[in-house]
Structure formats: C-alpha cells, structure tokens
C-alpha cells in the first residue's frame, strides 16, 4: 500500500535519473521497516506521528541523502534533483508526505480537497495575497520552487495523517496535470469514469495534454474500501 509519485529536474536524463533513486530509497526504506522491526532508523523517531509517517519522512530525507552523494560523485549530474509525494495505507488510515509541488488530492462525496501544499515561489504569493489563483496559473516563475530532493544536505519533509472513509480517491500527481487542470476540472474527469480509475487516469492525462501538455504527467489514483467484516 505504498504510493509515489516523484517528478525529477535537472535535464531529462539527470532528471529521471534523480526521480528514479527517489523512488527506489523510499521502496527499499519502506519495505526493510516492514519486515525488520529491529532495524536502526538513521533519523530521530516523532512520537507524535504515526508509524508509517515517521517511515515516510525518514525515507525522503535518505533518498534526498543519497541524490546528494550521486551527484557529488558525478560532475554530469550537478543541478539533478526532484520533487516527491508518497502515502502508505494501513486500514483506514493514509500517511502522506511530500516535497515540492507535486500534489495529493482527496476525492470525497463529490468534492476535491487538496492535501498537500506545494512548495513554489506562487504558494507563497498566493498565501501572502499578494496574487490571485489566475493570476498564479500564468505567472511566468510558476514552475519556481522552494524545495525538492538534492538542492540541499538535509530536507523538511511535510508529513501528516487523515482517515479515509470507504469509497475515498486519492490522487498523486505531477505539476503537469496541476498546471494544465483546475482542481474542478480534476474532479469532474474522475467522476465521469466512475469505478474505472484506470480510465480517470488515462482521461487526467488525456486532458491536461490536450489543454498544453507543458510538461510531463504523472497520475496515481486509488480507491479506499472499508473491510466490511
């Protein structure tokens, strides 16, 4: 029940190269804390998070450990680096934490709610109210952010809990579907295919393509269905 969605940068070969170690920290971290409850954690344990959130951050902040010394020991790759959101499942409870402005969205009797908060140079001008959303979607710094995995030697990892309740969609996505689509448009898209998410998400990536398809989209969907036994 773990989920990831990272969108690298820093070329296209240093960026999926850097998407890639991301990925694949987080999965092994993730997996080795699963099966070994007497492995060491390299970072402090917060009590007042879950089990698996503390698992989340603390592999974000090795993955963006070792994005930095794949880079130190390759000249080619200086400037790699790439955003992150991941979630683990346990029950009804969804841990998720991320890094940049890819997003996670929850889907709810109809709504869209948006989990995350990216972190970009436009967030904080549109929490200052300095610009307004439609301003913020043509800004030409809108793809600025102000943090990601590699730019430094340690990470703020934003992390937190929600309950899901029975039919609840999550969705992971890039800034390429984000960027495209209104969180309305988002929603509606994923309500016409109703059960089929695979559908939705072919739709998602249909849409935003058709709309500009400025960058590179990713989309992860899945349903939450309450054991009823």
């Not at 790759?77 to 346990?90: A, D, E, L, Q, R």
Request: net charge negative.
């Amino acid at each position: 029940n773990l989920f990831i969605v990272c969108d690298g940068m820093g070329g296209h070969a240093a960026g999926e190269v850097a998407s890639r170690i991301a990925v694949d920290t987080v999965e092994k971290f993730t997996l080795a804390t699963s099966n070994d409850e007497d492995i060491t954690w390299p970072f402090e344990f917060d009590e007042t998070l879950s089990l698996n959130a503390n698992r989340i951050r603390t592999a974000i902040r090795l993955a963006n450990q070792n994005l930095i010394a794949h880079i130190q020991e390759r000249k080619e790759f200086k400037g790699m680096g790439t955003t992150i959101v991941c979630s683990i499942v346990s029950k009804d409870l969804v841990s998720i934490g991320h890094v940049g402005d890819s997003r996670i969205y929850l889907l709810r009797d109809g709504e869209i709610k948006q989990m995350t908060r990216d972190h970009s140079w436009i967030d904080e001008q549109l929490k200052q109210g300095i610009l307004t959303p439609e301003e913020a979607r043509k800004h030409p710094l809108r793809n600025v952010i102000t943090r990601a995995l590699g730019s430094k030697e340690d990470v703020i990892v934003d992390v937190m809990d929600a309950r899901l309740r029975d039919g609840d969609i999550v969705l992971l996505c890039s800034d390429g579907l984000t960027g495209m689509l209104h969180d309305e448009e988002i929603r509606d898209l994923v309500k016409r295919s109703g059960a089929d998410l695979e559908a939705a998400c072919k739709s998602l990536v249909d849409q935003a393509n058709a709309q500009g398809g400025d960058d590179n989209v990713t989309v992860i969907l899945f349903r939450y269905t309450a054991d009823k036994s």
